[in-house]
C-alpha cells in the first residue's frame, strides 16, 4: 500500500506540474504570430457582372437577384429603358467551410439567343491576405459551365446535346490596399462548344479589371472592366468590351449593387463575348444586383 500510495501521488504531482510547465513554456516559447487575415476585401461575390475573390462563410448560402434595364438612349417613351421586359437572372450560392463556394443561376427574359441559361460554378480560394503582408494578395479560381435549354432558332441548329454547353474558367487576383481602397485582376477564359460561323473560334480570352472604394460604414464606388484579348470572330466589330460603374450599398445581411452598365447579358458566357452595346455610342443602361445571405 504504500509504494501504490508513492505512485499515485508521484502521479498527480507530474500532471500538475506538467501542465503548469506547458502552458509557461508555451507562452515563453511561442514565436510564431497567429495569422490575421484582410477581411472584406470586397463586400459581395460580384463586382457588377465579375466575380470577385470573396466565398461565402461557413454554411452559409447567398440567394441572388440580377436585372439588366433597357437602354437610357430609348428615350422618355420608354421611361430611359426602364418600360419593357428586363432580364434577369436568379441564383443560389452556398459554402460549407468559408473556402468552397458552390452556385447555380437561371438567366431568363431576354428573347433571342441569350435566353433560357444554366449556368453552375464552384469557386475556390487558393490564398488569402494576411494583414501583416507576410501573404500580399488574396487568389481564388473559379470554373462554371452553362447549359441552354432555348428553342432551335433555325433547324438542326443543336445538333448534339454538347451543342448547348459553354464553359469558363477564372483566376482572381486582389489586394486590399487600405480599409478603403481594393482592387483585382483577373484573366478568364471561355469556351463555346457550338459557335455562329463556322470561322469563329471557340475560345475567347479575356481580362477583367476592377476596383472598389469604400467612402462610408456601408457605401462603396465599384467599377470594373473587361478586355477581350483575342479576336474570335470575324464579326469582332459588332462586339464591345463589357465596363460598368456603380454603387455597393450594405443594409445589414443585404448588398445592393447599383450601376450603369453596357452589357445587357447575366452570364461570363455571354457579356465577355456578345456585348454589343457601346459606352462611346451612349449604349448604356441600370443594372442591379441583390444579394441576401442566410448563415446556418
Not at 457582372?49 to 447567398?62: F, M, Q, V, Y
Not at 489586394?175 to 459557335?195: E, T
Not at 447599383?258 to 448604356?284: A, C, P, Y
Request: with cysteine.
Amino acid at each position: 500500500m504504500k509504494y501504490l500510495f508513492c505512485v499515485l501521488l508521484s502521479f498527480f504531482y507530474l500532471k500538475g506540474f506538467s501542465q503548469d510547465d506547458l502552458l509557461k513554456e508555451l507562452e515563453a516559447t511561442e514565436t510564431t504570430p497567429v495569422k490575421e487575415f484582410s477581411l472584406a476585401t470586397f463586400k459581395s461575390t460580384r463586382l457588377i457582372n465579375t466575380h470577385t475573390i470573396e466565398s461565402l462563410g461557413k454554411r452559409a448560402w447567398d440567394l441572388r437577384l440580377s436585372h439588366r434595364f433597357g437602354d437610357f438612349k430609348s428615350g422618355f417613351n420608354q421611361f430611359f429603358g426602364l418600360d419593357g421586359g428586363a432580364p434577369m437572372k436568379i441564383a443560389a450560392e452556398f459554402s460549407v467551410d468559408g473556402r468552397l463556394t458552390f452556385g447555380v443561376g437561371r438567366i431568363f427574359l431576354i428573347e433571342g439567343q441569350y435566353s433560357k441559361l444554366w449556368e453552375g460554378f464552384a469557386k475556390y480560394r487558393i490564398l488569402r491576405q494576411t494583414t501583416d503582408n507576410r501573404m500580399p494578395v488574396s487568389l481564388t479560381a473559379v470554373a462554371g459551365m452553362g447549359i441552354t435549354s432555348r428553342k432551335e432558332l433555325y433547324p438542326n441548329e443543336f445538333e448534339f446535346f454538347t451543342s448547348r454547353m459553354s464553359y469558363f474558367y477564372q483566376f482572381v487576383l486582389a489586394r486590399k490596399f487600405s480599409k478603403a481602397l481594393s482592387f483585382q485582376i483577373s484573366p478568364i477564359l471561355v469556351h463555346k462548344n457550338l459557335v455562329v460561323s463556322s470561322t469563329d473560334k471557340n475560345d475567347i480570352w479575356a481580362l477583367a479589371l476592377g476596383g472598389r472604394w469604400k467612402f462610408s460604414r456601408s457605401v462603396a464606388l465599384t467599377a470594373e472592366y473587361t478586355f477581350r484579348m483575342n479576336k474570335y470572330t470575324n464579326t469582332f466589330n459588332n462586339y464591345h468590351n463589357s465596363a460598368g460603374i456603380g454603387v455597393d450599398i450594405e443594409t445589414g445581411g443585404h448588398v445592393f449593387q447599383v450601376f450603369i452598365v453596357n452589357s445587357q447579358q447575366l452570364s461570363e458566357l455571354q457579356f465577355i463575348s456578345d456585348t454589343r452595346s457601346s459606352w462611346s455610342k451612349g449604349d448604356i443602361r441600370l443594372g442591379f444586383n441583390m444579394s441576401r445571405v442566410f448563415a446556418f
